[in-house]
């Protein structure tokens, strides 16, 4: 909670970057602040209301960089520290009965309709238009089933990415400073108010893997091995 009130206890600590020199005006879509410098998507898409509360925003940000109020970890100079992976999920099913396989009918979820698009592919019902399980098929679909008895679904490679939750934590105290004095700069428009919840929703989702991420893998809230 302290960490998070020095934004605004320490608001004009920064102040003197606010010049020609240290920020940018873009017709790009969003705003950003790297290495001292604040750049500000000013298209169309953003009302002059919308432009301060990014401004704002993005000296927010510097205020956290230089207080390190939430310090993370950078790479190559200002690039935020990630571990991107990509794993493979494979799930493998027993079938000994043709209840089982009714159980697996009735669930109606994504396994079904993964070894149900494998049947088909077998049976080359695609060719005849055929891709939804129907009550005709169940007798074929059972048999086919408890055939092979052992069945493997493999997912599509999943792409996780990890992100100290430190830098999380400075986007959800940015957000909140924001939407707080939002009004002060003559209010959000619909386009940036909902680009904002959004955000903040991701952010919250993130929060809650990177912490585990961390928990798992000996990391600490900035990024290091501990």
Not at 70 to 92: A, P
Not at 151 to 164: A, D, H, L, Q
């Amino acid at each position: 909670k302290y960490r998070y009130r020095k934004y605004i206890t320490n608001l004009t600590h920064e102040i003197n970057i606010l010049n020609n020199e240290n920020v940018k005006f873009t017709k790009a879509e969003f705003s950003s602040y790297s290495n001292g410098v604040i750049t500000i998507g000013a298209n169309d898409k953003y009302t002059k209301p919308d432009v301060a509360i990014s401004l704002f925003h993005e000296y927010l940000h510097r205020i956290n960089d230089a207080l390190k109020i939430f310090e993370y970890r950078l790479v190559n100079g200002n690039e935020i520290f990630s571990i991107s992976k990509k794993y493979t999920k494979e799930n493998t099913f027993h079938f000994s009965s043709a209840e089982q396989v009714d159980a697996l009918i009735n669930r109606g979820q994504s396994d079904f309709d993964d070894i149900f698009d494998e049947y088909c592919i077998a049976r080359n019902l695609f060719s005849l238009n055929v891709s939804e399980y129907s009550p005709d098929l169940h007798d074929d679909f059972v048999k086919y089933v408890l055939e092979k008895a052992d069945i493997t679904i493999i997912y599509p490679s999943i792409e996780y990415e990890y992100k100290p939750t430190n830098y999380v934590r400075d986007e959800l105290s940015v957000y909140h400073w924001c939407i707080e004095y939002g009004t002060m700069f003559g209010g959000f428009s619909k386009t940036k108010q909902d680009e904002y919840f959004k955000f903040i929703e991701k952010y919250k989702r993130d929060l809650l893997k990177f912490r585990q991420y961390e928990k798992d893998n000996n990391y600490n809230e900035a990024g290091y091995n501990n």
